[in-house]
């Protein structure tokens, strides 16, 4: 997978971005780089993000949550699909995203 980059502004979440699920072993690093007074989470999904008939369940990252300044994290175990979730204030994040090959 490509490195991908998404931005949020102001407060609500992004679209999901798919991952490679399959992918063993699993491995996604990320870091989110704020810019202004902002409050945000990552959450990931375990649901299908391609099925319109299903509305995801957002889960919080266990320690990028609540955060205002810049983090990074990762993920060692499957998920479907990732998302940054600002929270409160003004400014924006910007999330980058690494998955490795198979």
Excluded: C
């Excluded at 996604?28 to 649901?47: L, M, P, Q």
């Amino acid at each position: 997978m490509r490195p991908q980059v998404i931005k949020k502004s102001l407060t609500g979440t992004t679209a999901w971005i798919p991952m490679d699920y399959k992918q063993s072993p699993f491995n996604v690093s990320f870091a989110v780089v704020v810019n202004g007074t902002i409050t945000y989470d990552i959450e990931h999904t375990f649901d299908d993000v391609f099925d319109t008939s299903v509305t995801p369940v957002a889960f919080k990252h266990a320690s990028v949550v609540s955060q205002s300044a810049n983090k990074d994290g990762n993920y060692s175990a499957p998920i479907r699909a990732m998302r940054i979730n600002n929270t409160a204030g003004t400014g924006d994040t910007t999330l980058t995203i690494l998955q490795g090959l198979r």
